[in-house]
């Protein structure tokens, strides 16, 4: 349906040697991971203290992130000699099998049991969203002071618009995924959570016109999209001076939560800075350029007509026209 809407127009073609280079050449991601890096702090009821806990992290999809990446976990505890390992998807299943998990970290540690404690990985894991993963952090110090957790009290031990933490299961044991508990018997306690802290920062995909990429941003930053896109067809509209190429590469500039700040201001409210948006990172993005495809045979007759009838200089979108538009917003 989109096909004509988001493919370079005639404008575009005609004047190719008067739009700078640049503006041919989209990125995809921003070239940075944010600087003001998200710290999420889970509850802490202080229940049990022991040698280690399992949980699963996953990064959600319902914004455009192209990935988030996790710096460093914090616990607090009698800590010792600690290790962080890792294991794609999840933890379930794995408990007891060494060769399914990565080490991430390990490092000797002081006694830190009132406040939370750095625990800095070896390098950055990155989590597409969609994604998840298990991870297990333990303590090989002898007795039951290692590290402080939870017993579980909801679905979900935190859940922010980035990332969610799931619950696990506790680990009695200081020598790492045995099945031997500390007292005898099985050494895995099922339903409990994870006390601490996970840093991050949030890598945000680039408005492209992909119809995979497009469909990935929030209802109002389409919907002004695709407003200004049919008025930039209008005969006698200012923007029909304005390449169409010229126009996505301004789109690719904006941060993805642009509309909603607009909104919010002109409603009166208070516009607030991007949760890790272009604005609030340390610099515009770049990168290696070229838009997606998608969209080139998205648009059809439907679109065309549209176009054709926005020729008219007293025209207005009819109700008919609008419902083609739907549910890209």
Not at 20 to 40: E, T
Not at 166 to 194: C, T, V
Not at 269 to 288: D, N, Q, V
Request: net charge neutral.
């Amino acid at each position: 349906m989109l096909r004509r809407m988001f493919s370079p127009c005639e404008e575009a073609r005609s004047s190719n040697s008067r739009v700078p280079a640049p503006a041919h050449k989209r990125a995809k991601v921003a070239n940075y991971v944010v600087q003001s890096c998200y710290n999420v702090d889970t509850k802490d009821y202080e229940d049990h203290t022991f040698s280690g806990i399992m949980f699963d992290l996953h990064c959600k999809d319902h914004l455009p992130i192209e990935f988030i990446e996790i710096r460093q976990v914090w616990v607090r505890g009698y800590l010792g000699p600690m290790t962080v390992w890792v294991t794609p998807e999840s933890h379930t299943g794995k408990q007891s099998y060494k060769r399914e998990w990565k080490m991430v970290h390990r490092a000797n540690h002081e006694e830190s049991m009132n406040t939370l404690k750095s625990l800095k990985l070896d390098k950055p894991l990155r989590l597409k969203g969609g994604q998840q993963i298990g991870m297990y952090v333990h303590s090989g110090l002898e007795g039951d002071m290692g590290i402080v957790y939870n017993n579980k009290r909801r679905r979900v031990t935190h859940d922010d618009p980035h990332m969610r933490i799931l619950p696990g299961m506790a680990h009695i044991s200081d020598e790492p995924f045995s099945n031997h508990g500390y007292w005898g018997g099985g050494a895995w306690r099922w339903n409990r959570e994870f006390v601490g802290r996970v840093t991050y920062g949030v890598k945000w995909m680039l408005w492209n016109p992909d119809n995979r990429v497009h469909k990935k941003f929030p209802s109002k930053f389409r919907e002004m999209i695709l407003t200004i896109l049919m008025c930039h067809r209008r005969k006698g509209s200012p923007l029909r001076k304005i390449p169409c190429v010229v126009l996505y590469y301004l789109f690719n500039m904006l941060p993805w939560d642009w509309a909603e700040n607009c909104v919010s201001v002109m409603s009166g409210g208070s516009s607030g800075k991007g949760s890790g948006s272009r604005g609030s990172g340390s610099g515009s993005g770049s990168g290696s350029g070229g838009s997606g495809s998608s969209f080139d045979g998205q648009m059809g007759e439907e679109g065309g007509k549209l176009a054709e009838d926005s020729e008219d200089e007293d025209w207005e979108p009819e109700a008919d026209d609008m419902d083609d538009f739907k549910h890209y917003y």
